[in-house]
């Protein structure tokens, strides 16, 4: 009877580790079908000697652990690094420093285009959309918003 439980626990932790080594090495493979399928026969087996109470609480230690199991996997698996600007990380370059200024249309702006405009000795082509409105190409335009790496500009 002993040798019986313990092969129905060793079966149980068996397809836990399956599901382990599913979530560490090989996710979404049949690793974690064969963990689950082995933890059923394990439970099978328990209700085959031993019948419904210690089949009840096989089940409920392993919806205990499963939960564990799941958040760590993810916890695992993660990205856990995080880029932050500090660190250099920019996603888009700072672009408040054309706040207010004054530009070139370089082509039609529909609302979307390109504008030209010199800073700090420096001639720079910036792509951008305008406030709704057409703006030809060759108009002077006026930076009026940055909204993250969006230029929106309006005839000046």
């Avoid at 040798?3 to 080594?21: K, Q, S, Y």
């Avoid at 026969?41 to 499963?66: A, D, I, R």
């Avoid at 600007?85 to 004054?102: N, W």
């Avoid at 305008?130 to 000046?156: A, L």
């Amino acid at each position: 009877m002993l040798e019986e439980i313990g092969f129905i626990c060793l079966l149980t932790l068996a397809g836990f580790l399956l599901v382990a080594l599913d979530i560490l090495f090989l996710p979404g493979s049949v690793l974690v079908l064969s963990g689950v399928a082995v933890i059923v026969y394990s439970m099978h087996l328990n209700y085959e000697k031993f019948g419904w109470g210690p089949t009840g609480l096989q089940l409920l230690v392993c919806l205990g652990v499963t939960p564990f199991l799941v958040k760590w996997g993810l916890n695992h698996i993660s990205l856990k690094q995080e880029l932050r600007v500090e660190d250099g990380y920019v996603s888009f370059p700072d672009r408040k420093k054309y706040m207010g200024l004054i530009a070139i249309a370089e082509s039609d702006l529909r609302p979307s285009g390109s504008i030209f405009l010199k800073l700090e000795g420096k001639e720079e082509y910036l792509d951008c959309v305008s406030d709704g409105t057409f703006i030809e190409k060759g108009s002077t335009v006026k930076i009026m918003d940055i909204q993250g790496p969006s230029i929106v500009v309006q005839k000046h």
